[in-house]
Structures are given as C-alpha cells and as structure tokens.
C-alpha cells in the first residue's frame, strides 16, 4: 500500500487488489484520492451527490506533479481506469442543540463531518450507546435525551472541529511543513513523541483510548 501527499492539499492511496490479472504485466489497485476543490467559505463546486461519475479533466491536474514516486505514474493510473466516482467530503458546522422534546439526533444528522479518524459510523455507535441506557433507565424521554445531548454534544463539536485541521493523519501535514523537501531522518522533523501526542490526543477525543 502507499499512502502520499497531505490533507490538506492532495492525498493518494493506491493499494494492490490482484497481481494477477487476465490482460497481461497489469495488476488491479483501488485508489483514492483526495483534493480540495471549494473554500471552506463558500459553496461546493456543484451540488453534492455520492453516486456521480468522477472526471479526469477535474482530477488530473489536482495530482499532475504533486507527488514524487518512482514505481507509478498516479496521472496515467487515472486515465486508464475506465470508471472512477466522486464522493464529495463534507461536514456541517456543529450546531448548538440537538433535542426537542422527544426527538433527537444523533450520526450523521447531528454530526456530519470529515471522514478522518475512523469517525463516520464510530461516532454515531457512541451516540447511541449513551443515548440507550439514558432511555433505558427512566420514563421521562424528554429528560434522557437532553441528558445525552449534554454528554455528546460537546465532544462531537470537538471532533468535527479537530476533523477539519485533518483529525490524527494532520502529523502529515506537520511533517510537509517542516520538510517540503523531504527529510532522511523523521526523529529530527517531528519527534515520536510529538507525533504520538497528536495521534493520542485524538483518540482521547474521539473516545478511542483504551487506557480510560
């Protein structure tokens, strides 16, 4: 697998699916890649929508030189794939309640936010795992709902918000500021501890860390 570029510019994932294919010296990959296309003050391109057909034109020139690698040429995998589809990466601005009554939110609908961290469906098993024994324990719906509203409220806007400078993968970023050019020796950019504080840091955040 190889993962290159930053998150906050263009990013590429290439990794194998078979070595072994009928058309002869190929191989089949799934890629991703990842390029902001709007400000995060204005209107997106075009209207979202997870089932459109990706366009080479738009993407080419988003990884066209961005990335150094000597074992494939990113532009050339793209031309030749035959089909590629655009999912549009978005969040939404935390909001400032989530009940009403006996009617709540919780995932996407209360959360909606950048896919880094494992944190798509993870947040949203959270949600209901505070939300059910809340539920569970009285009769008063009204009351367990903005008890768990109090609870998850808070740490969802601190993800959506850390999601957005690039959740744990922003070490990236931190090390494609500090070395632009590349580096020889990853210690002397950022340190382990540095870059486990971020990763961690996160963590803690999101719920994930085993220790607690």
């Given at each position: 697998m190889?993962?290159v570029?930053?998150m ?9 699916i078979a ?13 991703a ?13 075009r209207r ?6 990706g366009?080479p ?7 066209d ?10 532009v050339e995998?793209v031309?030749?794939t035959?089909?590629f ?12 309640r989530?009940?009403?009554g006996r009617?709540?939110l919780?995932?996407?609908a209360?959360?909606?936010m ?5 944190n798509g469906?993870?947040q ?8 059910a ?15 768990y509203e109090a609870?998850r409220?808070?740490?969802t806007?601190?993800?959506v ?6 959740g ?5 970023d ?9 580096f020889i020796?990853?210690e002397r950019?950022a340190?382990h501890?540095?870059?486990?504080a971020?990763v961690k840091?996160?963590?803690r955040?999101?719920g ?5």
């Amino acid at each position: 697998m190889v993962v290159v570029g930053g998150m906050r510019k263009a990013w590429l994932a290439l990794s194998p699916i078979a070595l072994q294919t009928a058309t002869p010296d190929t191989n089949l990959l799934n890629w991703a890649v990842a390029a902001r296309l709007g400000a995060g003050n204005g209107r997106p391109p075009r209207r979202e929508d997870w089932n459109r057909l990706g366009r080479p034109d738009e993407l080419v020139p988003q990884i066209d030189g961005a990335f150094e690698l000597s074992v494939m040429d990113p532009v050339e995998i793209v031309r030749t794939t035959r089909e590629f589809f655009e999912f549009p990466m978005c969040d939404r601005d935390p909001v400032p309640r989530w009940s009403f009554g006996r009617v709540t939110l919780l995932g996407d609908a209360a959360h909606p936010m950048y896919p880094f961290g494992s944190n798509g469906a993870s947040q949203a098993i959270l949600d209901v795992r505070s939300v059910a024994p809340l539920l569970a324990g009285t009769k008063d719906v009204a009351a367990a709902l903005r008890a768990y509203e109090a609870t998850r409220l808070p740490t969802t806007t601190r993800i959506v918000n850390d999601n957005r400078c690039g959740g744990p993968e922003r070490v990236i970023d931190l090390v494609e500021d500090r070395a632009p050019s590349g580096f020889i020796d990853l210690e002397r950019i950022a340190s382990h501890a540095e870059r486990e504080a971020i990763v961690k840091g996160y963590a803690r955040t999101a719920g994930f860390d085993r220790t607690r």
